[in-house]
């Protein structure tokens, strides 16, 4: 299947695995590009820039294939080494980069002049316009159902799609919900040219997280999720677990009153005792309500081969009825 996503980025398949923390290392990055898909290695899991290096090198090692660096930007006092990871990346010879966070503006020209295409990650359609205005190539739309962080609009991806469509000028792809091939054509027809996948890449047998982590995601359903933060304007869906109720309970009890600091012991630090320890009540971990559409941990390839397989078949069923 061709579209603008994957002419845009050298893939056969229009399937994107957005960066996660302490999710996206290289084994995942290259699993998903290997099948055709876009994988994606997480900058800011990578404690410096030389690890990022690293990181890219081994990926390198891996694949063949074209993948993506995400790279966050934050809201916080004492910044990553951001210049450092930008040229890890350059000077990587990585092809794409997905943006998330804060405006990328600062990062652009350098991305830019070295050839390489940003996806930029929004919630909304101001913030995809904005993005388009300041130079992305794409933007991955984000609609209310995503695991992490869902903005403060709380629209879902059946009007925000459609809104995207009518106002972007670039491709862009769908994200949050997306687990098959119902989902893939489901974009495409409100107007996507693909579609990222988190969650859903975490079931998967290369993904390098804890089967405990791998295994919560296969039990649980669409109603397991949590919306934790939002007195902060800083909202995220999780998986819920016994530190995200105590979270919710602080949060209820503080008001008005609460601050980061009334929760850091439930979100800050938790993600390696979670993800590589497997330790499912350390704290609060990004999980999508599309959790109760994964039933399997397959491989990667057995899961994009799987969607395209879907994706046919809808469109043969659809030419059949016209």
Same mark, same amino acid.
């Given at each position: 299947?061709?579209?603008?996503i994957?002419? /845009? !980025?050298g893939?056969?398949h229009p399937i994107?695995?957005?960066g996660?923390h302490?999710?996206?290392?290289?084994?995942?990055?290259a699993a998903?590009?290997?099948?055709?898909?876009l994988?994606?290695?997480?900058?800011l899991?990578?404690? =410096?820039?030389a @690890? #990022?290096a690293?990181?890219?090198?081994?990926? %390198?090692?891996?694949?063949d294939?074209?993948?993506a660096?995400? #790279?966050?930007?934050?809201?916080?006092?004492?910044?990553p080494?951001?210049?450092?990871?930008?040229?890890?990346?350059?000077?990587?010879?990585?092809?794409?980069?997905? =943006?998330?966070?804060?405006?990328?503006?600062?990062?652009?020209?350098?991305f830019?002049?070295?050839?390489?295409?940003?996806? &930029?990650k929004c919630?909304?359609?101001? &913030?995809?316009?904005?993005a388009?205005?300041?130079?992305?190539d794409?933007v991955?739309?984000?609609?209310?159902?995503?695991g992490?962080?869902?903005?403060?609009?709380?629209?879902?991806n !059946?009007?925000l799609l459609?809104r995207?469509?009518d106002?972007?000028?670039i491709?862009f792809?769908s994200?949050?919900?997306?687990a098959?091939g119902?989902?893939? /054509?489901?974009s495409?027809?409100?107007?996507?040219s693909?579609?990222?996948m988190?969650?859903? !890449?975490?079931? =998967?047998k290369?993904?390098?997280?804890? +089967?405990?982590v791998?295994?919560?995601i296969?039990?649980a359903? +669409? #109603?397991?999720?949590r919306?934790?933060m939002?007195?902060?304007?800083?909202?995220? %869906?999780? /998986? =819920?677990?016994?530190?995200?109720e105590?979270?919710?309970?602080?949060?209820?009890?503080?008001?008005?009153n609460?601050k980061?600091?009334?929760?850091i012991?439930?979100?800050?630090?938790v993600?390696?005792?979670?993800?590589?320890e497997? @330790?499912?009540d350390?704290?609060?971990?990004?999980?999508?309500?599309?959790?109760g559409?994964?039933?399997?941990?397959p491989?990667?390839?057995?899961?994009?081969?799987?969607?395209?397989?879907?994706?046919?078949?809808?469109i @043969?069923?659809m030419?059949a009825?016209?």
């Open positions: 299947m061709q579209t603008a994957t002419e /845009m !980025f893939i056969q994107i695995q957005g996660m302490y999710v996206g290392f290289a084994e995942l990055a998903v590009s290997n099948a055709g898909g994988g994606t290695i997480t900058g899991t990578q404690k =410096t820039p @690890d #990022l690293n990181e890219i090198a081994r990926c %390198r090692d891996m694949t294939k074209p993948f660096v995400n #790279l966050t930007f934050l809201p916080t006092v004492n910044a080494d951001y210049p450092g990871y930008v040229r890890a990346i350059i000077e990587g010879g990585v092809k794409a980069v997905e =943006t998330a966070g804060n405006n990328p503006a600062q990062v652009l020209p350098f830019q002049d070295a050839g390489i295409k940003v996806i &930029h919630t909304s359609v101001r &913030h995809a316009l904005k388009q205005s300041i130079g992305c794409a991955s739309v984000d609609g209310f159902e995503c992490g962080h869902p903005g403060e609009d709380d629209v879902p !059946f009007i459609p995207a469509a106002e972007l000028e491709p792809v994200s949050g919900g997306m098959d119902r989902s893939l /054509m489901a495409i027809a409100m107007g996507a693909g579609m990222n988190g969650t859903r !890449f975490i079931a =998967t290369e993904a390098p997280v804890h +089967e405990n791998k295994q919560a296969v039990a359903s +669409e #109603l397991d999720t919306l934790v939002r007195p902060l304007r800083n909202t995220e %869906r999780v /998986m =819920t677990n016994d530190a995200v105590d979270l919710l309970r602080i949060e209820k009890e503080k008001g008005a609460l980061f600091e009334d929760i012991e439930q979100v800050a630090g993600y390696p005792r979670i993800m590589l497997g @330790d499912m350390a704290g609060a971990w990004s999980c999508g309500m599309v959790a559409l994964i039933h399997d941990v491989t990667c390839k057995q899961l994009i081969d799987r969607i395209m397989v879907e994706a046919d078949a809808i @043969d069923r030419n009825i016209r």
